[in-house]
């Protein structure tokens, strides 16, 4: 299994897709960017496409596409919340090296 997802982090993608009103789940993957190579990219699945790996943890599926599954392998991925800020946190075994402002990464 490429990613694995949190409790936290389940409960949160079911609250916002159901605030959305639609959405077959929560596409996850990298992009090039950053001073260290790579970022994490998070959005809703509004579809499927047929090249997508799908992966259904918790009740949630996670949509990946194929050129990303490489650098997701082994991940886990939470919803933190610290003092009045929260995100989704990726914990990844195959990164490397972070930027200092931890917005990128390299593997």
Do not use: W
Request: hydrophobic share 35%.
């Amino acid at each position: 299994m490429a990613i694995t997802l949190t409790e936290n982090a389940a409960n949160r993608v079911k609250t916002y897709l159901t605030r959305r009103g639609k959405g077959e789940g929560l596409r996850v993957g990298v992009r090039k960017a950053g001073c260290s190579g790579f970022a994490y990219v998070i959005d809703f699945a509004d579809s499927i496409d047929p090249d997508d790996h799908v992966i259904e943890e918790r009740g949630v599926k996670l949509v990946i596409k194929p050129d990303s599954l490489p650098y997701l392998e082994g991940s886990e991925l939470d919803f933190v919340k610290d003092g009045l800020n929260e995100s989704f946190k990726f914990r990844n075994p195959n990164v490397k090296d972070q930027c200092g402002c931890g917005e990128s990464f390299s593997v």
